[in-house]
């Protein structure tokens, strides 16, 4: 029953300085319950902050300790993706019960971003893109792309468009797979956002374009978790 019943606790977060990573820090602290699966794809890592966990021991034991592979190892991702894949739930704490101290010696600048992107992309795609037959990327730029060309190729074939708001991007028309193997090479199209078709993976970034992002997907009136999922 315990191991049916596992869960990480999750309560609020204080930053030191409190200048420091702000963007992160209004998203760890404003994330719904929901949210708190369906964001675990984000390049903000867990939802729920490592010092911050509580889980009995047996759970712990359950999903299978931390990779102590050294220095360079995303330990708490990997013990986080392993605890959603073996049906772990997560919960929130509405209480600021956490100082974290920000300071550039820290541990988790030790991880490279490509090591942390290609565990993302895999965790991606055995939780979200092996149930959908096709599927959208929003952001015909360098993120959107560079997920697409990481995808394999079973996944990338679903890939049925790119989409964005950018017009230059939306007149060019197709991106072409340049580095495929493939004759003819993949030429995926690149329309509106107005235009495609769920489900998304969103490519865009949280809290960074003065709320332009966030109100174009809210006018498409899809649900989060069904219709798309936050990669970026």
Known sequence: AEQEQG???????????LESTER???????LSK???????????????IMPTWFCSREWFYHVGKFDEGGKGVPEDLLFFYKHIEKGG????????????????????HSVLEETIWNHR????????????TSFTIWNAGKQGKKLYRSLSPTNQKKVTAFCDVDE???????????????????????????EAAPPFVLC??????????EANLAALSLKEGVDYYHFS
């Open 7 to 17: 869960g990480l606790l999750r309560p609020g977060t204080l930053r030191e300085p």
């Open 24 to 30: 992160y820090t209004r998203w760890i602290n404003n």
């Open 34 to 48: 929901p949210q708190l699966l369906t964001q675990a794809f984000t390049s903000h890592g867990p939802t729920v």
């Open 89 to 108: 739930d997560v919960f929130r704490v509405d209480q600021c019960l956490l100082l974290y101290r920000y300071h550039p010696q820290a541990a988790t």
């Open 121 to 132: 992309v895999r965790f991606l795609e055995d939780r979200v893109l092996s149930c959908w």
């Open 168 to 194: 230059k991007k939306i007149a060019k028309g197709f991106y072409t797979y340049e580095e495929s193997e493939e004759k003819p090479k993949p030429r995926i199209p690149v329309c509106h956002f107005r």
């Open 204 to 213: 865009v970034k949280l809290d960074l374009t003065g709320g332009a992002f």
